[in-house]
Nanobody, 123 residues
Framework: QVQLVESGGGLVQAGGSLRLSCAAS????????MAWFRQAPGKEREFTAA????????LYADSVKGRFTISRDNAKNTVYLQMNSLKPEDTAVYYC????????????????WGQGTQVTVSS
């Protein structure tokens, strides 16, 4: 079983950067695909980025491609989301999620979720 805790959110101005971290508990972290989703108030949960167990494959939403980078450090049981060139439209609660082996863009296919961390981008 996996437990996830996000950190690193905050308030930044447009054009700035943040790095989110997701710390995972569990001996099988290296077998899990990891993902970041985000949800703005009153909006549907939105896929943001995902990474395969070894880090060899990544997926990004079109809205963040070229600006965000997902990475992982299996020795530290941690996944990261480096967010550059932030826009007000990126404002949301960002959630870390995990599932066994396979990448997915569908939130309901992920078994484990963190509590979320708030990212606010001002104009």
């Amino acid at each position: 079983q996996v437990q996830l805790v996000e950190s690193g959110g905050g308030l930044v101005q447009a054009g700035g950067s943040l790095r989110l971290s997701c710390a995972a508990s569990g001996r099988t972290f290296s077998t899990y695909a990891m993902a970041w989703f985000r949800q703005a108030p009153g909006k549907e949960r939105e896929f943001t980025a995902a990474i395969s167990p070894s880090g060899g494959l990544t997926l990004y939403a079109d809205s963040v491609k070229g600006r965000f980078t997902i990475s992982r450090d299996n020795a530290k049981n941690t996944v990261y989301l480096q967010m550059n060139s932030l826009k007000p439209e990126d404002t949301a609660v960002y959630y870390c999620a995990a599932r066994s082996i396979y990448l997915s863009r569908r939130s309901y296919e992920y078994n484990y979720w963190g509590q979320g961390t708030q990212v606010t981008v001002s104009s």
